[in-house]
């Protein structure tokens, strides 16, 4: 009898060691579960049950709570997904295509058969005169300015475009590209032919040069220069909100076709003249401008062009506006409309080195400036990765703002004061549309017009 009793306590003060460890591990269960659902779902499911501990009937509760989750999910996935898409645009117009001279060199240099490729291709480019004809925009470059890959490009900074007022739309433009090496094909395939056709009217020049003296007859129509102010190093701002899509441009300012004009030194560089033609940019030479003003389309000038770039510095505003009158003489030869345009934030873009004008470095770029047209500014930027330095622009905001159209009459024979007339007009305007959004863009920031 004693020994059944003892068995029995035993047995019993067994069975409640193993109900106390399972209750134990059970509560430890619910404990990780409970932390679980507060990092997945934002709350516990033990709120879920009722005084006797049993499940509620909250399914519509948890599921909300799980959709919660995945939007949250793919909101950052998108986030993340955007910032590597926007930097790839900014890579190629950065670094890719700028070097494309020198890969084409390296190439000829280690394949030897290339090179009379090479040479018929740089015979091409001496004697193509695209960039200074005129010619409106063909399919290809319409769809190009309309792509999405300059939408990731603003969005990169991000560039965003403001305007002040309406401006009246222009006329369509006088003459159509029809030809076929005007086509979209000539970008991609036909070089050659247009090799032959330029070898061609280069043996008949005399005959070609009396055609395009009246090539591009004057028509009464709303033209505008848009004179863009500051240069920076590469130009983001103007080049994405006022050439291309990215800022939906068109929806702004309906019926304005804007050609952005460069050096007609770019145009020289293989490969990148095709990124250039394939955005519609011109070279900036005045025969260039007053063809495409002659055929009702506007032109994007950057005023203070490379010497200016040798002034950049994050936190100024130094312009070189004074010395600069080709506008204005161009403005009065076609009586087009001149529009200030600032690009706020654009000195910002790239940690530069403002040069000083006793410097060498500074002499010697604007001894190369004046002799081939462009210079070379000291800057740095982010790599590909953001903690390390390199050539990519860093991400701060730009803000383009149009500002009111200045009306030009068309004066063949004008005078230096008539220069000097509307040249002081444009200056009081710029100054007028930096006093009214510089505390919104850049706040702290002074206007010093150096030239």
């Known amino acids: 009898m004693i020994d059944t009793r003892t068995e029995y306590e035993n047995h019993w003060e067994h069975f409640n060691a193993r109900k106390e460890d399972e209750l134990h591990h059970n509560f430890k269960k619910e404990r990780l579960h409970d932390s679980l659902d507060e990092e997945f ?20 509760d948890s599921f909300d709570a799980a959709c919660n989750y995945a939007s949250n999910c793919w909101n950052q996935f998108k986030d993340v997904f955007i910032d590597w898409i926007s930097i790839v645009p900014v890579f190629v117009h950065t670094l890719v295509l700028p070097c494309s001279f020198f890969l084409m060199l390296v190439h000829a240099l280690f394949y ?45 900074y991000p560039i965003t475009l403001h305007k002040t007022c309406d401006l009246e739309p222009s006329d369509p433009p006088i003459r159509e590209s029809k030809t076929f090496v005007d086509t979209s094909f000539y970008y991609l395939f036909a070089w050659p032919l247009i090799l032959v056709r330029n070898i061609v009217q280069w043996i008949f020049r005399s005959e070609t040069n009396s055609q395009n003296d009246s090539d591009t007859p004057k028509r ?59 955005t519609g940019c011109c070279s900036v030479s005045k025969k260039s401008c007053i063809n495409l003003l002659n055929n009702n389309q506007s032109i994007c000038i950057i005023i203070g062009g490379t010497r200016e770039s040798l002034m950049t510095e994050p936190g100024k505003f130094d312009l070189i506006l004074k010395s600069r009158r080709g506008v204005i003489k161009v403005a009065l030869e076609t009586g087009a409309s001149v529009v200030p345009v600032l690009s706020f934030g654009e000195n910002d873009v790239y940690n530069a ?26 800057f740095i930027g982010r790599g590909l990765f953001d903690k390390c330095a390199g050539p990519l622009p860093f991400r701060r905001p730009i803000n383009v703002v149009v500002g009111r159209p200045i009306d030009v009459p068309l004066i063949e024979n004008y005078t230096k004061s008539d220069i000097d007339k509307y040249q002081n007009i444009y200056i009081s305007e710029l100054t007028k549309l930096y006093e009214e959004n510089v505390d919104k863009y850049t706040p702290g920031v002074s206007l010093r017009i150096v030239e």
């Open 41 to 60: 779902f934002g709350e516990s499911t033990s709120t879920f049950k009722d005084d006797f501990g049993a499940p509620k009937k909250n399914v519509q």
């Open 353 to 378: 080195d403002a040069q000083g004008r006793d410097s060498i470095w500074y002499k010697l770029n604007c001894l190369l400036s004046s002799s081939l047209g462009f210079a070379v500014p000291r």
């Open 220 to 278: 009464p129509g709303k033209r505008y220069i848009f004179a863009c102010s500051p240069h920076g190093i590469i130009c983001m701002g103007a080049f994405c909100a006022l050439g291309t899509e990215g800022c939906r441009w068109s929806k702004l300012f309906p019926g304005i076709t804007t050609r952005v004009l460069t050096l007609g030194l770019c145009f020289n560089a293989p490969f990148y003249r095709q990124y250039l033609f394939l």
């Open 112 to 156: 030897n058969f290339t090179w009379a490729g090479c040479a018929l291709y740089l015979i091409s480019i001496a004697l193509d005169s695209r960039a200074y004809s005129g010619i409106p925009l063909n399919g290809i470059q319409k769809f190009v300015r309309r792509s999405v890959w300059w939408k990731w490009f603003a969005a990169y």
